[in-house]
């Protein structure tokens, strides 16, 4: 089956302990994605990655980090988390060398991450 | 700057009436527009976009799309709504000057009552 997947599901964690939520696509997809969703604010872009070895930020990157070793693997990096990284994650794979900009992505099923 | 508005939080509507839910967008380049669902507990399903060619798109679970370039629109639309397209909805935009970012609007939730 064709997916996305994200690990862990739910994590609860402290400020500063160190974490990685990981994705995997099976579609070998070049573009790579990740948004946080918060109320009110919608899905924002924090990194995105066109291929393997080939990252860049998107809206929201501070306090986050990511690399792109594999073409299937798109890891989410929290150095030092803080309570206003509490949020829900999504990871996103598209097809298509030129990027997502105008193929349709296909989401996992997100991390609900909680900071204390 | 991208940027896309949703200006509605939440719609209701009635079962089998027609639904609109509203998007506006504003690139510096031709807009690439998409419109995504989201289900409770569930990551964001694509439904429909426009990229070029005819300004009426038709999607998934019979939803359509009419682009308006002169209102920098992007409405998505239903003839008849069912109970179970009550939903989140988020309308996204990119160009192709952009550089693969991509913004989404705030979500409007759909509630249809039976």
């Known amino acids: 089956e064709a997916q996305v997947t994200q690990n862990p599901r739910y994590l609860i964690t402290v400020t500063g302990k160190k974490l990685t939520v990981t994705c995997s696509q099976n579609?070998?997809?070049?573009?790579m994605s990740w948004y946080r969703q918060d109320p009110g604010l919608g899905l924002r872009q924090i990194y995105y990655?066109?291929?393997?070895?080939?990252?860049d930020k998107g809206d929201v990157p501070e306090g986050y980090k990511v690399s792109r070793k594999e073409k299937r693997n798109f890891p989410l990096i929290l150095e030092s988390p803080s309570p206003n990284q509490t949020s829900l994650y999504f990871c996103?794979?598209?097809?298509?060398?030129?990027?997502?900009?105008?193929?349709?992505?296909?989401f996992g099923p997100g991390t609900r991450l909680t900071v204390l | 700057a991208q940027s896309v508005a949703q200006p509605e939080d939440q719609v209701n509507v009635a079962e089998g009436n027609p639904l609109t839910v509203k998007c506006t967008y504003s690139?510096?380049?031709?807009?690439?527009l998409f419109w995504y669902v989201q289900y409770p507990n569930r990551g964001l399903q694509f439904l429909l976009k426009?990229?070029?060619?005819?300004?009426l798109v038709k999607g998934s679970y019979g939803f359509e799309a009419e682009f308006n370039k002169s209102q920098t629109s992007f409405h998505l639309k239903k003839p008849s709504a069912l109970v179970s397209d009550s939903a989140l909805y988020f309308c996204?935009?990119?160009?192709?000057?952009?550089?693969?970012?991509?913004?989404f609007g705030s979500g409007t939730r759909l509630s249809i009552r039976p």
């Open positions: 996103a794979s598209s097809p298509g060398v030129s990027g997502g900009t105008y193929n349709e992505q296909f």
């Open positions: 579609m070998n997809h070049e573009y």
């Open positions: 990655s066109m291929n393997v070895e080939a990252t």
């Open positions: 690139v510096s380049g031709n807009p690439y």
């Open positions: 426009y990229i070029t060619g005819d300004n």
């Open positions: 996204a935009v990119s160009d192709y000057s952009s550089a693969s970012k991509i913004i």
